[in-house]
């Protein structure tokens, strides 16, 4: 029995809109209660709100578009000015019933001139008998506009004295959108998550046509036993769902299993999910590039691959400064001259190795340096010489309370303060890479 009913529309668009939008049923019927028929007056404004990748874009564009309803759709974040929005608005408005895009005719300037131009627009596209959909996405964006934007869009049926309705999608509630001096009370309608059955529901009607949907809907409660408690983003689990199931079906391929053998498949799945965990949200390889890490035996792929997650917010400068703090950790003083001083000479490795030195000082672990060794590979790595302001020095401390470097001994000490890097080989690498610096080279257990 169809969920979604209006006679206003035929009971076959209605049963394609119900089934390109599962679990989102009670919020389309909402929305169609509130709309009415297309010469009705609807609702002047309508705010919707729900966390990331809950279908507030995905469900207002396919209602939309399904029931053939005139609308225009706009992306705050593209539109981050005034001007842009409303010309925007404008242009998308006037290229309704055309299928070349072309520019606004008239700059508008002032919400005045916007109001007075829609006007106008409505009636060159004859759409002064139906109700006009003004869908702004992003909508928190509008709060970094001039403080008259969002009032004045609250009211745009009633400054136009046309049968228009505003639609606000946002990620933030109501309450943090109200202007102080107060504005109109828009309808207010919350999507929520999805469930663990949704999702289930959702990512299961993706299956291939060439396996069964059985097949595939086992794999997705695989897929979402391992990922539910660290994602509920539905498109980050699309990617990894159609990611991951290449590999799910190789045992099934190779015919070593069939496809009712969950637990063959589970353990042939299990540690490239573990390994898939380490990329949810990040996204710092591609498609491919994770396709080919699948095909690697052994940890050198995640190391090539898969970067420590905590350098990727790190300052440039701090990237260095903790590339010389593991060299001044891991390198003997004697060496430096070697690595770091122009004009060294021909020095050979067995010149300066004592005869008990035998063990590696990466197997021994870091030593403690002090701040003017660290100063002076750090001025001897980088292209441009660095001043050693303030900045270095706050520097060199945020990667202390990142806990990147630790202090050793106590701070009064009068020759000043020791550090000892605490980071791993793979960490550093991974540093290094991104600021393109051969840290290998300047290694000394590696010569």
């Not at 049963?15 to 609702?43: A, D, W």
């Not at 109700?131 to 008259?148: F, G, I």
């Not at 021909?346 to 008990?356: D, G, L, Q, S």
Request: charged share 20%; glycine share 2%; hydrophobic share 40%.
């Amino acid at each position: 029995m169809p969920i979604l009913e209006h006679p206003a529309y035929p009971p076959a668009t209605l049963l394609c809109l119900e089934s390109l939008v599962p679990c989102r049923e009670s919020q389309v019927s909402m929305l169609l209660s509130i709309f009415g028929e297309r010469q009705q007056l609807s609702f002047p404004s309508i705010f919707i709100y729900g966390h990331t990748s809950s279908g507030k874009t995905y469900v207002m564009k396919t209602l939309l578009n399904t029931l053939q309803l005139p609308h225009v759709f706009v992306n705050c974040v593209e539109c981050f000015t005034s001007r842009l929005l409303l010309e925007e608005i404008l242009i998308q408005l006037q290229n309704h019933s055309s299928e070349t895009r072309r520019a606004s005719p008239v700059p508008c300037d002032t919400f005045n001139d916007f109001v007075r131009l829609f006007k106008q627009a409505l009636v060159s596209q004859n759409l002064q008998d139906q109700t006009v959909y003004v869908v702004l996405d992003r909508a928190e964006q509008l709060r970094e506009m001039e403080a008259n934007i969002l009032p004045a869009f609250l009211r745009l049926q009633e400054l136009t004295d046309r049968n228009v309705t505003v639609i606000l999608l946002s990620e933030i509630v109501w309450e943090m959108f109200r202007p102080n001096t107060g504005c109109f009370e828009p309808f207010i309608l919350y999507f929520p998550d999805y469930s663990i059955g949704h999702l289930q529901k959702i990512l299961s009607q993706n299956h291939p046509p060439e396996y069964s949907a059985d097949f595939y809907s086992a794999y997705i409660n695989i897929l979402l036993g391992v990922f539910y408690m660290v994602c509920r983003d539905l498109k980050e689990l699309q990617h990894l769902a159609a990611l991951n199931f290449s590999k799910y079906c190789e045992p099934v391929v190779r015919k070593e299993a069939k496809e009712r053998d969950t637990r063959k498949l589970w353990k042939n799945i299990e540690p490239h999910l573990k390994k898939a965990m380490q990329t949810v949200y990040l996204r710092e390889i591609s498609s491919s590039q994770w396709e080919r890490l699948q095909c690697e035996e052994g940890e050198l792929g995640q190391i090539k691959g898969l970067s420590a997650h905590a350098h990727v917010e790190l300052p440039y400068y701090s990237k260095f400064l903790l590339i010389a703090a593991y060299l001044a950790s891991y390198n003997p003083v004697r060496t430096d001259k070697r690595f770091f001083l122009k004009h060294h000479g021909k020095i050979k490795k067995t010149n300066f190795m004592k005869k008990h030195e035998k063990t590696s000082n990466h197997l021994l672990g870091p030593k403690p340096f002090p701040l003017d060794r660290l100063l002076a590979i750090l001025y001897s790595i980088v292209d441009n010489r660095v001043a050693p302001t303030a900045n270095i020095f706050s520097q060199i401390t945020s990667l202390v309370t990142l806990q990147l470097l630790s202090v050793v001994g106590n701070n009064d000490q009068l020759d000043g303060p020791r550090y000892k890097c605490t980071v791993s080989l793979d960490f550093i690498r991974a540093i290094a890479r991104t600021v393109n610096f051969d840290i290998i080279k300047y290694l000394y257990d590696f010569l």
